[in-house]
């Protein structure tokens, strides 16, 4: 399997923009089953996956890696 051109050519600040792009994506999925979960009918069907965590910490690490790629890309 290959690596699309894209990415075979992306600098470090681009792969770790694509990184933090994509938690940011799955923190705002996590976002969305957290609402969807506390406008349920049934209140006693909870569930038992932790979206608020997983949604704090996936949007900690996302805002940190593009924080940290952004200056680098701009820079180039």
Known sequence: ???PDFLLFASDADLAAYWGGACLLAAMV???MERRRV???EINR???VPWTGLFLV???IGGGLLAA???AMLQA
Do not use: F
């Open 39 to 41: 406008k349920r009918r």
């Open 30 to 32: 996590c976002m969305a």
């Open 58 to 60: 996936l949007a900690v």
């Open 1 to 3: 399997m290959t690596e």
């Open 46 to 48: 909870v569930g038992w």
């Open 69 to 71: 790629a952004v200056p």
